[in-house]
C-alpha cells in the first residue's frame, strides 16, 4: 500500500525559509505527479506547485517567486522549498500524488504538518 | 473560481443530500474532482472526472454534471459521512471550492 510520509514543519519566524520533504513509501516516482498543497482558514486549500517523474515542476502563480519543488528519486522523496515565510504562510502543508493521463486529481495525501509562522 | 453551496447542510441519517459546486467559466468534465475531509485529517479523494467513484467509495455517493454545474449526491446518509466536501477543478492550474460542511 502506497503511503505518502510526512515530517513535521514546526515553527518558523518571518522571513525565515520552510523546508519540507515528502516521503513516498511502497512505489517509486515514475508514472505521477507529485504536489504541495496547503489549507489555512482565511484561504481553504491552495495549491502550491506540482513536479513530474522527470523533474519538472509548476507553481501557482501567486506563489511562484518564493517556491521551489524538488525530486530526488534515490530517496523516493520530494521536497518543498518556500523563502521568505510571512504569517500568511501559517497553514497545514499536505504533499499529494496527481493522477494524470487526461485527467487531475489528488488520489494520495499526506497526513499533513502544520507550519506556524510567528516572531 | 468555484462556489460551493450550500455552506452547510444539516440533515438526518436516511436523507439525501445534494452538493453543488458552481464554476465561473467552463470546465473539462475530465478535471472536475470531489474530496471529503474530515476534522483532523487530509481531504479523500471521493469522485473523479465529474462521475467516476474512486476506489473503495461506495455507491451512495455519485457526481454529476458539465460545464460550469456539478454535483455531488449522498443518497441515504450515513452518520460517517459527515465532514467537508469540496470540489476541485484544473485548468492549468489547480482551484478548490470553499467547501460544503454537511452536518449529520
Known amino acids: 500500500q502506497v503511503q505518502l510520509q510526512q515530517w513535521d514543519a514546526g515553527l518558523l519566524k518571518p522571513s525565515e525559509t520552510l523546508s519540507l520533504t515528502c516521503g513516498v513509501n511502497?512505489?517509486?516516482?515514475?508514472?505521477?505527479?507529485w504536489s504541495w498543497i496547503r489549507q489555512s482558514p482565511g484561504k481553504g486549500l491552495e495549491w502550491i506547485g506540482e513536479i513530474n517523474d522527470s523533474g519538472t515542476s509548476r507553481y501557482n502563480p501567486s506563489l511562484q517567486s518564493r517556491v521551489t519543488i524538488s525530486v530526488d528519486t534515490s530517496k523516493t522523496q520530494f521536497s518543498l522549498r518556500m523563502n521568505s515565510v510571512t504569517a500568511a504562510d501559517t497553514a497545514v502543508y499536505y504533499c499529494?500524488?496527481?493522477?494524470?493521463?487526461?485527467?487531475?486529481?489528488?488520489?494520495?495525501w499526506g497526513r499533513g504538518t502544520l507550519l506556524t509562522v510567528s516572531s | 473560481v468555484l462556489t460551493q453551496s450550500p455552506g452547510v447542510l444539516s440533515l438526518s441519517p436516511g436523507e439525501r443530500a445534494t452538493l453543488s459546486c458552481r464554476a465561473s467559466q467552463s470546465v473539462f468534465t475530465n478535471y472536475l474532482t470531489w474530496y471529503q475531509q474530515k476534522p483532523g485529517q487530509a481531504p479523500r479523494l471521493l469522485i473523479y472526472?465529474?462521475?467516476n467513484r474512486a476506489a473503495g467509495i461506495p455507491d451512495r455517493f455519485s457526481g454529476s454534471g458539465s460545464g460550469t454545474d456539478f454535483t455531488l449526491t449522498i443518497s441515504n446518509l450515513e452518520p460517517e459521512d459527515f465532514g467537508v466536501y469540496y470540489c476541485q477543478q484544473y485548468d492549468g492550474s489547480y482551484t478548490f471550492g470553499q467547501g460544503t460542511k454537511l452536518e449529520i
Open positions: 472526472a465529474a462521475s
Open positions: 499529494a500524488r496527481i493522477r494524470t493521463r487526461g485527467r487531475r486529481f489528488f488520489d494520495l
Open positions: 511502497g512505489s517509486s516516482l515514475s508514472g505521477y505527479s
